[in-house]
């Protein structure tokens, strides 16, 4: 599938589908970069949508400017700049947010008049998260607090960054919202996610025995037929 290469505000970024009033805004996940929207957009363009996805910082195109850290200032700032373009050039705009895509989404957007929403696998207790990275590598609040920064497997532990997430809780989310979620995920808890789910109304698609990736045998065809569904 073809896309349209553009800059937004030095961002690189994809218009995927032929011309339409309505549009997603594809917001991806830690370790995945703009082009992989293209299974999204091409469902989307069977629903009459075009697609607008983007490389986070230090993502895809912008994966050696390691100066503007992909985190949870930079990350929603982007956002912001991706969310005011789309707005000026579509009449319709709604949202696709996967993993820390959706976290950053939940910060950045939530004051913002999205049609609906899809949440695959998201972050939404960036707190709980923390935590449990602190409990599996053996870092207490207090070492943290002093070493400010901590490296380990999956991300470094930052003070500033769980400084933030305990005093910026997600209090807000008034957009229609579907959420797709494997009962294997590491990264948030089923009881995290299904009470995100209920205080916010969403529809929760719970699929037992599936990572956080969804990268396992059949999980294409079971995400794909998410998005059939749900776009």
Known sequence: MEAQRIEIGGIPALIWGGASEKVYVHVHGKMSRKEFAEDFAAIAGEKGYQTLSFDL???GERSEDHQYPCDIWNGPRDLKTIADYAFSGWKSVSLYGGSLGAFFSLDAYRELPFQKC???SPIVDMEFLVHRMMDEFGVTEAELRE???IPNPIDPLRW???QYVTENPIT???IPTSILYGGNDW???EEVIRRFAEK???DLTIAPDKEHAFMGEGDAQLVQGWYREKI
């Open 57 to 59: 910082p230090e993502h």
């Open 118 to 120: 899809l949440f695959q």
């Open 147 to 149: 070493k400010r920064v």
């Open 160 to 162: 500033d960054y769980y």
């Open 172 to 174: 807000g989310w008034p």
């Open 187 to 189: 990264f948030q808890s």
């Open 200 to 202: 916010f109304g969403c």
